[in-house]
Nanobody
Framework: VQLQASGGGLVQAGGSLRLSCTASGRTFSSFSVGWFRQAPGKEREFVAVIPRSGGTASYADSVTGRFTISRDNAKNILTLQMNSLKPDDTALYYC?????????????????????WGQGTLVTVSS
């Protein structure tokens, strides 16, 4: 599956952005999909994941209550609505997909690394 992320930009602290990730090439509904981010000089960080069926999503503690992940299997689109943005949210955001679901714990332990990645879209939050 090919993934194409978009929607990044410059926003003031407290503002909102909506990221999108368009999938092509394979049946989107057969993949768990999610978002990661990487700030300059830091490790890549799990942000959120949503299972194939669009059921209960999982979020990093740092974004819980501010970010919402959703998917439209009919349109092959994954979105990340980001509200109440903070300067610490500044990063390159990546969408990712795999046939097998991953949790944040599995990702950080190295047991589950998504197989497919899109190019990043840059989010910059000014203070």
């Amino acid at each position: 599956v090919q993934l194409q992320a978009s929607g990044g930009g410059l926003v003031q602290a407290g503002g909102s952005l909506r990221l999108s990730c368009t999938a092509s090439g394979r049946t989107f509904s057969s993949f768990s999909v999610g978002w990661f981010r990487q700030a300059p000089g830091k490790e890549r960080e799990f942000v959120a994941v949503i299972p194939r069926s669009g059921g209960t999503a999982s979020y990093a503690d740092s974004v819980t209550g501010r970010f919402t992940i959703s998917r439209d299997n009919a349109k092959n689109i994954l979105t990340l609505q980001m509200n109440s943005l903070k300067p610490d949210d500044t990063a390159l955001y990546y969408c990712a997909a795999d046939n097998i679901y991953w949790s944040s714990a599995q990702y950080y332990s190295g047991r589950r690394i998504p197989r497919y990645w899109g190019q990043g879209t840059l989010v910059t939050v000014s203070s």
